[in-house]
């Protein structure tokens, strides 16, 4: 399991990148952990070309240890390690999944095939909330508001579809009383207002020398979850941070040995994002071309007819950063008994910055995403 988080984390990067390309001056925000596994969904069905390019996108590389084997080693190397994956992900999706008081995270998975099309029964891991609908696509409208109008025609043979919407708890509560109009600096021009939520609390922060940024750690209630965000000292720097954002990089900028406890003024605005994506170009661009080419697609692991193709795949996510927490106590105990004086640093996000919420338990990323325009 801990290769499959590598693995989806590697992948938050690199479609980061491709996004933040295509959405230059834009807010991101899209689910790694719930692109890799719908459309991990669809690659337990694909052969030869497609599967080592999906692979290659999704950073599962199956077959990257076979080459000095031969053939029939070959397969069987290559089933057991698309059993091993399916295990995995059916490990993670429990653990993600698993009931929390602290968040809520609701996931939807649809793969939308084509009633004319002959489907072999495909088994998907346990607790993966995907389905396979074979139906007319006239008959599916809208999925959950998500398909835009001329996402089906006639040539369309299946649609993968992915939504999530989450929303968690603070370990520590903002105030509301405490959130105020204050300007968000776009650039060295331009600023906007929003509302500005406060807190001073003692939170975890770590610092970034190339580019110079600074980061910090909001835990969610019981730890679960995280919200990490980095904000570029220069007001104009999130694009350096962005390319020089490598899964290597973010892993170490992250880690607990880099994480110091201050005493922080935290300044964060409140947001709304709710993003809807088309990420056929994108996946294309990536290296995953075949899946969506009718000449070229191999889907024979989900049906026999060789020109089944995957016509498009959409991806919505939402998420709602407030004031919400665990109600503050009193705990004039642990304010004694905490001592030693922390340094402390005032931390305003009042300019483009990067953020992520992590599952800590597993080291995955869920969301992924960028706040520069409110």
Excluded at 11 to 21: H, I, M, R, T
Aim: charged content about 20%; glycine content about 4%; proline content about 4%.
């Amino acid at each position: 399991m801990d290769s499959l988080a590598k693995s989806i984390n590697k992948f938050a990067v690199e479609f980061s990148k491709k996004l933040a390309e295509a959405a230059e001056g834009k807010n991101i925000f899209f689910s790694p952990w719930g692109i890799s596994t719908s459309l991990a969904m669809v690659y337990l069905g694909t052969k030869g070309t497609t599967a080592a390019q999906m692979a290659q996108v999704l950073q599962l590389s199956r077959n990257q240890d076979n080459k000095s084997y031969p053939d029939s080693e070959k397969k069987r190397r290559m089933e057991f390690k698309v059993e091993e994956i399916q295990s995995d992900f059916q490990t993670l999706i429990s653990e993600i999944n698993s009931f929390s008081n602290a968040y809520i995270l609701k996931t939807a998975n649809r793969i939308y095939g084509e009633k004319t099309y002959p489907f072999l029964n495909v088994t998907f891991p346990q607790d993966a909330t995907v389905s396979l609908e074979i139906c007319p696509f006239a008959l599916v409208g809208k999925i959950l508001n998500l398909l835009p109008d001329d996402a089906v025609d006639s040539a369309t043979r299946m649609v993968l579809v992915n939504a999530l919407y989450f929303k968690g708890t603070w370990e520590h509560q903002f105030l509301v009383q405490n959130t105020t109009e204050k300007p968000f600096r776009i650039n060295k021009t331009t600023s906007k207002p929003v509302q500005m939520m406060s807190m001073k609390e003692k939170l975890q922060v770590f610092h970034i020398e190339k580019p110079q940024a600074t980061g910090l750690q909001l835990y969610y209630e019981s730890h679960d979850l995280s919200l990490l965000i980095l904000l570029p000292e220069d007001i104009s720097g999130l694009d350096q941070l962005e390319e020089a954002i490598t899964y290597e990089n973010l892993t170490e900028w992250t880690s607990a040995d880099m994480m110091e406890l201050y005493e922080v003024e935290l300044y964060l605005p409140k947001f709304k994002l709710e993003e809807t994506y088309d990420l056929k170009s994108t996946l294309s661009s990536m290296g995953m071309s075949d899946a969506f080419s009718q000449s070229k697609a191999d889907f024979s692991g989900m049906s026999p007819e060789r020109n089944l193709f995957l016509s498009n795949v959409f991806h919505k996510s939402f998420v709602e950063i407030n004031e919400q927490g665990t109600e503050a106590t009193a705990g004039t105990g642990s304010e004694v008994s905490f001592r030693i004086k922390l340094p402390s640093i005032e931390f305003s996000a009042d300019h483009p910055f990067l953020f992520f919420i992590r599952h800590n338990k597993t080291n995955s990323i869920l969301f992924y995403g960028r706040f520069c325009s409110p």
